[in-house]
Protein backbone atom coordinates (compact mmCIF):
# COMPACT_ATOMS: atom_id res chain seq x y z
CA UNK A 1 0.00 0.00 0.00
CA UNK A 2 2.84 2.18 0.58
CA UNK A 3 4.01 2.27 -3.31
CA UNK A 4 0.42 3.73 -4.73
CA UNK A 5 0.69 6.35 -1.76
CA UNK A 6 3.77 7.47 -2.85
CA UNK A 7 3.19 7.38 -6.38
CA UNK A 8 -0.17 9.46 -5.67
CA UNK A 9 1.77 12.09 -3.46
CA UNK A 10 4.85 12.13 -5.95
CA UNK A 11 2.18 12.93 -8.74
CA UNK A 12 0.32 15.89 -6.73
CA UNK A 13 3.40 17.56 -5.51
CA UNK A 14 4.53 17.45 -9.24
CA UNK A 15 1.16 19.10 -10.26
CA UNK A 16 1.32 21.73 -7.46
CA UNK A 17 4.71 22.76 -9.12
CA UNK A 18 3.58 23.15 -12.53
CA UNK A 19 0.30 24.82 -11.69
CA UNK A 20 1.67 27.15 -9.74
CA UNK A 21 0.93 31.08 -10.75
CA UNK A 22 4.19 31.77 -11.31
CA UNK A 23 5.04 29.00 -13.38
CA UNK A 24 6.02 30.12 -16.60
CA UNK A 25 5.15 26.44 -18.40
CA UNK A 26 1.53 27.38 -16.23
CA UNK A 27 1.54 30.82 -18.04
CA UNK A 28 2.73 29.95 -21.18
CA UNK A 29 -0.44 27.59 -21.30
CA UNK A 30 -2.93 29.89 -20.74
CA UNK A 31 -1.47 32.49 -22.93
CA UNK A 32 -1.83 29.72 -25.80
CA UNK A 33 -5.09 29.07 -24.49
CA UNK A 34 -6.22 33.17 -25.22
CA UNK A 35 -4.50 33.15 -29.00
CA UNK A 36 -1.30 34.23 -30.00
CA UNK A 37 -0.61 37.50 -29.00
CA UNK A 38 -4.24 38.36 -28.58
CA UNK A 39 -5.31 40.73 -26.51
CA UNK A 40 -1.63 41.89 -25.49
CA UNK A 41 -0.16 44.95 -25.93
CA UNK A 42 3.30 44.53 -28.44
CA UNK A 43 5.41 46.11 -30.08
CA UNK A 44 6.74 44.71 -33.30
CA UNK A 45 10.02 45.93 -34.55
CA UNK A 46 12.07 44.49 -37.62
CA UNK A 47 15.43 44.39 -38.27
CA UNK A 48 17.69 43.98 -41.94
CA UNK A 49 20.73 41.83 -41.71
CA UNK A 50 23.32 44.88 -40.83
CA UNK A 51 20.67 45.15 -37.33
CA UNK A 52 19.25 48.24 -38.38
CA UNK A 53 15.88 48.96 -37.01
CA UNK A 54 13.84 49.14 -40.30
CA UNK A 55 9.98 48.78 -38.61
CA UNK A 56 8.74 49.75 -35.22
CA UNK A 57 5.15 49.27 -34.91
CA UNK A 58 2.58 48.96 -31.56
CA UNK A 59 -0.53 47.66 -31.20
CA UNK A 60 -3.11 45.55 -29.28
CA UNK A 61 -5.03 42.22 -30.52
CA UNK A 62 -2.05 41.22 -32.20
CA UNK A 63 -2.30 37.54 -33.78
CA UNK A 64 0.54 35.80 -35.89
CA UNK A 65 0.21 33.21 -38.24
CA UNK A 66 1.66 31.59 -41.51
CA UNK A 67 -0.27 32.99 -45.05
CA UNK A 68 -2.02 30.97 -46.71
CA UNK A 69 -1.45 30.17 -50.16
CA UNK A 70 -5.28 30.63 -51.36
CA UNK A 71 -3.98 30.92 -54.94
CA UNK A 72 -2.59 27.06 -54.94
CA UNK A 73 -6.38 25.77 -55.07
CA UNK A 74 -5.11 21.55 -55.50
CA UNK A 75 -3.78 22.28 -51.71
CA UNK A 76 -0.44 20.92 -52.93
CA UNK A 77 3.40 22.18 -52.28
CA UNK A 78 5.80 23.88 -50.01
CA UNK A 79 4.44 24.97 -46.71
CA UNK A 80 4.36 29.21 -46.80
CA UNK A 81 7.16 30.47 -44.23
CA UNK A 82 5.48 34.30 -45.04
CA UNK A 83 4.05 35.44 -41.44
CA UNK A 84 0.63 36.93 -41.73
CA UNK A 85 0.11 39.43 -38.72
CA UNK A 86 -2.85 40.74 -37.38
CA UNK A 87 -2.58 44.29 -35.51
CA UNK A 88 -5.97 46.04 -34.47
CA UNK A 89 -8.03 43.87 -37.53
CA UNK A 90 -5.18 45.21 -40.41
CA UNK A 91 -3.17 42.95 -42.14
CA UNK A 92 0.88 43.31 -41.95
CA UNK A 93 2.78 40.27 -44.46
CA UNK A 94 6.14 39.60 -43.34
CA UNK A 95 9.36 37.35 -45.18
CA UNK A 96 13.01 37.47 -44.49
CA UNK A 97 14.29 39.37 -42.26
CA UNK A 98 14.33 39.57 -38.33
CA UNK A 99 11.54 40.25 -36.79
CA UNK A 100 10.54 40.90 -32.27
CA UNK A 101 7.42 40.96 -31.39
CA UNK A 102 7.64 42.13 -27.60
CA UNK A 103 5.51 42.37 -24.79
CA UNK A 104 4.71 45.75 -23.35
CA UNK A 105 7.28 45.76 -20.08
CA UNK A 106 9.85 43.62 -21.80
CA UNK A 107 12.92 46.42 -22.60
CA UNK A 108 16.25 45.52 -24.44
CA UNK A 109 19.09 46.31 -21.69
CA UNK A 110 21.03 49.20 -22.31
CA UNK A 111 24.52 50.02 -22.10
CA UNK A 112 24.97 46.09 -21.53
CA UNK A 113 28.41 45.03 -21.38
CA UNK A 114 29.19 41.70 -23.99
CA UNK A 115 33.36 42.40 -23.63
CA UNK A 116 33.40 39.42 -20.80
CA UNK A 117 32.25 36.48 -23.30
CA UNK A 118 34.59 37.33 -25.98
CA UNK A 119 36.83 35.15 -23.78
CA UNK A 120 34.65 33.79 -21.27
CA UNK A 121 35.13 30.38 -19.37
CA UNK A 122 32.16 28.21 -17.01
CA UNK A 123 33.06 27.28 -13.63
CA UNK A 124 35.75 23.91 -13.89
CA UNK A 125 33.51 21.71 -10.93
CA UNK A 126 32.79 18.04 -12.00
CA UNK A 127 28.99 17.05 -12.68
CA UNK A 128 26.87 14.29 -13.60
CA UNK A 129 25.58 15.23 -16.93
CA UNK A 130 22.45 13.01 -17.66
CA UNK A 131 21.32 14.18 -13.88
CA UNK A 132 22.15 18.28 -15.17
CA UNK A 133 20.02 17.85 -18.31
CA UNK A 134 16.98 16.28 -16.40
CA UNK A 135 17.39 19.47 -13.84
CA UNK A 136 17.33 22.07 -16.48
CA UNK A 137 14.37 20.08 -18.27
CA UNK A 138 12.42 20.53 -15.22
CA UNK A 139 13.80 24.37 -13.48
CA UNK A 140 13.23 25.47 -17.70
CA UNK A 141 9.55 24.68 -17.21
CA UNK A 142 9.34 26.55 -13.83
CA UNK A 143 11.58 29.82 -15.28
CA UNK A 144 15.46 30.28 -14.56
CA UNK A 145 17.62 33.43 -14.84
CA UNK A 146 18.76 33.95 -18.24
CA UNK A 147 20.41 36.27 -20.38
CA UNK A 148 19.36 36.51 -24.49
CA UNK A 149 21.36 38.03 -26.53
CA UNK A 150 19.82 38.76 -30.01
CA UNK A 151 21.68 39.38 -33.00
CA UNK A 152 21.14 39.50 -37.24
CA UNK A 153 21.21 36.87 -39.43
CA UNK A 154 24.37 38.29 -40.24
CA UNK A 155 25.70 38.06 -36.68
CA UNK A 156 25.71 41.71 -35.91
CA UNK A 157 24.27 42.82 -32.24
CA UNK A 158 20.45 43.96 -32.11
CA UNK A 159 19.83 43.87 -28.38
CA UNK A 160 20.22 42.01 -24.82
CA UNK A 161 17.33 40.52 -22.90
CA UNK A 162 17.27 39.44 -19.36
CA UNK A 163 14.64 37.76 -16.74
CA UNK A 164 14.77 35.98 -13.22
CA UNK A 165 12.01 33.56 -14.63
CA UNK A 166 12.78 32.30 -18.22
CA UNK A 167 10.98 29.58 -20.68
CA UNK A 168 11.96 29.05 -23.87
CA UNK A 169 9.70 27.28 -26.21
CA UNK A 170 10.19 26.31 -29.93
CA UNK A 171 6.19 27.00 -31.50
CA UNK A 172 5.06 23.80 -33.56
CA UNK A 173 3.27 26.02 -36.14
CA UNK A 174 5.37 29.21 -36.77
CA UNK A 175 8.78 27.79 -38.74
CA UNK A 176 12.10 30.11 -37.40
CA UNK A 177 10.12 31.41 -34.54
CA UNK A 178 11.07 31.70 -30.94
CA UNK A 179 9.02 31.75 -27.95
CA UNK A 180 10.58 33.43 -24.39
CA UNK A 181 8.42 33.93 -21.66
CA UNK A 182 10.09 36.50 -19.22
CA UNK A 183 9.02 36.82 -16.08
CA UNK A 184 5.23 36.56 -16.95
CA UNK A 185 5.66 38.50 -20.56
CA UNK A 186 6.13 37.33 -24.07
CA UNK A 187 8.99 37.71 -26.63
CA UNK A 188 8.65 35.97 -29.91
CA UNK A 189 12.01 36.21 -32.34
CA UNK A 190 11.80 35.33 -35.75
CA UNK A 191 14.81 34.40 -38.28
CA UNK A 192 17.56 35.44 -35.65
CA UNK A 193 20.73 34.49 -34.42
CA UNK A 194 20.64 34.24 -30.75
CA UNK A 195 22.36 32.89 -27.74
CA UNK A 196 20.46 32.18 -24.61
CA UNK A 197 22.15 30.97 -21.81
CA UNK A 198 21.88 31.03 -17.50
CA UNK A 199 22.45 34.26 -16.30
CA UNK A 200 25.68 33.59 -14.26
CA UNK A 201 27.23 31.02 -16.69
CA UNK A 202 29.94 32.88 -17.50
CA UNK A 203 33.03 34.25 -15.60
Known amino acids: MKKPRKRILLVIGLL???????????????????????????????Y???GNNTLTAQGRNISIGLYENYANE?????????????????QLLHVGSTIIFAEQGID?????DLSYLEDASTEGRA???????T????????GKKKTIIVKSQMGILIGVYQGDKV????????????????????????????????TGMFQ
Do not use: W
Open 135 to 142: VNKYTNLI
Open 16 to 46: SIFLLPGCAAFQSVIENIQGKLLGDNFKILT
Open 48 to 50: DDY
Open 74 to 90: TGEGFESEVLEITVEGK
Open 108 to 112: MLEDF
Open 127 to 133: TFVPLDR
Open 167 to 198: LVEIPDDLPKMTRLIIDGKSLYIHRADYEIFD
